[in-house]
């Protein structure tokens, strides 16, 4: 295992921080596996920055917290955000349902 320069470290994180498909990138830009750019993310404990913190303002308090999920299952990291219909709930009355649906039970 070959040790990361700090520069590589850096241009690692940039393309880590700017791309999904970070690790392929950095293998075609830095001659690394993907595998060790994967877990130097890791052991750097690299974080991208939530979408609510790029432009939108946070907003607190009644919006709804059900997650969504984007194309082939993948996280989006967002969240519905519809006005719940009372303070301290968590989700908008439609996921509320959803969250509350019953299982009938077997037969
Ligand atoms: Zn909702």
């Known amino acids: 295992m070959t040790r ?8 690692a994180k940039e393309i880590y921080l700017s791309s ?9 830009a830095l001659g690394r596996s993907r ?10 404990n690299w974080m991208r920055p939530a979408p609510a913190a790029e432009g939108q303002p946070r907003r607190e308090g009644r919006c709804c917290r059900w997650p969504l999920w984007g194309d ?3 996280p989006t990291h967002q969240y519905c955000d519809a006005a ?14 959803t969250a509350r649906r019953v299982i009938p039970k077997a037969a």
């Open 35 to 44: 595998n060790s750019v994967i877990s130097l993310a890791r052991r750097q």
């Open 84 to 97: 719940t219909d009372r303070p301290g709930a968590a989700y908008c009355p439609e996921h509320a349902a």
């Open 20 to 28: 999904e498909n970070y690790a392929a990138e950095a293998e075609r």
């Open 4 to 11: 990361w320069t700090y520069a590589e470290e850096l241009r």
């Open 72 to 74: 082939q299952g993948r």
